[in-house]
């Protein structure tokens, strides 16, 4: 099994920067891919960005430019570096990881809230 224990979530103003962090437990070897999944009140869970163990990323259209999915070398941590942020970014943030097209774990989810 894998654990996915996420931090860096809180509250920021628009136009601000933070940094989420995930780092995986367990059985990592069972993973080629991590990133990070959003989630608003009322909406369904959305993909952000992911990276796969060769450096392939993806990001949704509106965070391209903005956000930076990056993974240590050891591929047992992925981070998400969101840059000029929007209140429309404000979510329950999820990290995840997979192998191939299959879900393996989710994180706990740690809230971004951004307000002036």
């Known amino acids: 099994q894998v654990q996915l224990v996420e931090s860096g979530g809180g509250l920021v103003q628009p136009g601000g920067s933070l940094r989420l962090s995930c780092v995986a437990s367990?059985?990592?070897?069972?993973?080629?891919?991590m990133g990070w999944y959003r989630q608003a009140p009322g909406k369904q869970r959305e993909l952000v960005a992911t990276?796969?163990?060769?450096?392939?990323?993806n990001y949704r259209a509106s965070v391209k430019g903005r956000f930076t999915i990056s993974r240590d070398g050891a591929k047992n941590s992925v981070y998400l570096q969101m840059n000029s942020l929007k209140p429309e970014d404000t979510a329950v943030y999820y990290c995840?990881?997979?192998?191939?097209?299959?879900?393996?774990?989710w994180g706990q989810g740690t809230q971004v809230t951004v307000s002036s």
């Open positions: 995840n990881a997979g192998f191939g097209g299959f879900v393996v774990a």
């Open positions: 367990g059985s990592i070897s069972s993973i080629d891919n």
């Open positions: 990276e796969t163990d060769d450096g392939s990323t």
